[in-house]
Nanobody
Framework: VQLVESGGGSVQSGRSLRLACVVS????????MGWFRQPPGSEPLERQG??????????KYAESVKGRFIIERDNAKNTIYLQMDMLKPDDTAMYLC??????????????????WGQGTQVTVSS
């Protein structure tokens, strides 16, 4: 199983970015897929949940990104996306995608996820 993120970069506050996570070895349509972020200087245990999409299409978002971020899934490409609009400096982090072979857990719970990508850096300046 391999997950490869892309689309990160440095942008000014208020701008947008679209992250992609190309997955191989497991189906994005049959599993829980999630986006998480690791703010700079934080410990791995402080990883934050951002958004998840379940096999049945159920979406969940962290309160801090509701109304600004959208998680999407392209089954044909076996890829998930994170559309991030109205970015804020507090969104600065390494963004990682992950897969969990059960129903998506509550937002914020990251430790059961089975496989992880290496991450893509997002930096938002004011």
């Amino acid at each position: 199983v391999q997950l490869v993120e892309s689309g990160g970069g440095s942008v000014q506050s208020g701008r947008s970015l679209r992250l992609a996570c190309v997955v191989s070895g497991i189906s994005v349509s049959s599993n829980c897929m999630g986006w998480f972020r690791q703010p700079p200087g934080s410990e791995p245990l402080e990883r934050q949940g951002v958004a998840t999409i379940d096999a049945d299409g159920t979406l969940k978002y962290a309160e801090s990104v509701k109304g600004r971020f959208i998680i999407e899934r392209d089954n044909a490409k076996n890829t998930i996306y994170l559309q991030m609009d109205m970015l804020k400096p507090d969104d600065t982090a390494m963004y990682l995608c992950a897969v969990y072979d059960q129903k998506c857990p509550m937002m914020g719970i990251w430790w059961p996820f089975n496989y992880w990508g290496q991450g893509t850096q997002v930096t938002v300046s004011s």
